[in-house]
């Protein structure tokens, strides 16, 4: 469906909400009740990923490639996914041993668009390694940090286009999901006030 062919019924599902735009592909604009909200597109992604990723944690949630995966990496980095694959697979990333420090990618979490696989779980291992992954208490503690790990690499980017059902479908899922902060404590949404506006124009 073409952004000017959307059913009504789309941009209705954001209720007091009205969609505006995307904004150099990297914010949305959002008319509210009494307030212009410049919405920051791969934070609120970002944290929607998060959510989606914990809430299912255990389920297999996966979806297969295709083409499996087929990597070499270092000694250290095969023995730090290898020692963690299972909790890798509660998180929806499958991976397995390939012969001498080769791993096989199968499956990555279904709720992500991995456009390059690769990138995807060199980028996780290297967060594993960079954070001390290993140093974490709990079984909880580590799928939590997974799922950072994968909503951030997985999360629609600046520099992002997005049709517009794309963007009402990231608007939709914010709301459902209260998201005020991505994973790394940073902002989702501004808020200009009618009132701030006003005043910005010099207008009663």
């Not at 212009?36 to 949630?61: T, V």
């Not at 390694?129 to 208490?137: G, N, V």
Request: proline residues 4%; hydrophobic residues 45%.
């Amino acid at each position: 469906v073409s952004d000017t062919m959307m059913p009504p019924m789309a941009d209705a599902a954001l209720g007091d909400w009205k969609l505006l735009g995307q904004v150099k592909r990297c914010f949305l604009l959002v008319e509210a009740e009494d307030a212009l909200l410049i919405i920051d597109q791969h934070a609120a992604a970002e944290k929607i990923l998060y959510e989606k990723i914990l809430a299912h944690a255990g389920e297999s949630k996966v979806q297969r490639l295709l083409i499996p995966l087929v990597v070499e990496v270092s000694a250290g980095q095969f023995a730090l996914a290898m020692e963690h694959q299972e909790t890798l697979a509660k998180v929806g990333i499958d991976i397995e041993e390939f012969g001498e420090r080769t791993l096989r990618l199968t499956g990555v979490p279904q709720d992500l668009d991995v456009r390059d696989s690769k990138e995807f779980l060199f980028g996780i291992i290297q967060d594993m390694q960079d954070e001390a992954f290993d140093k974490l208490p709990n079984l909880e503690e580590r799928q939590q940090r997974l799922a950072k790990y994968a909503a951030c690499r997985g999360a629609v980017k600046f520099n992002d286009p997005l049709t517009r059902p794309e963007q009402i479908q990231l608007l939709i899922d914010m709301r459902h999901y209260h998201v005020t902060a991505c994973c790394h404590g940073r902002p989702v949404m501004k808020k200009l006030t009618i009132e701030q506006l006003r005043k910005e124009f010099h207008r009663p």
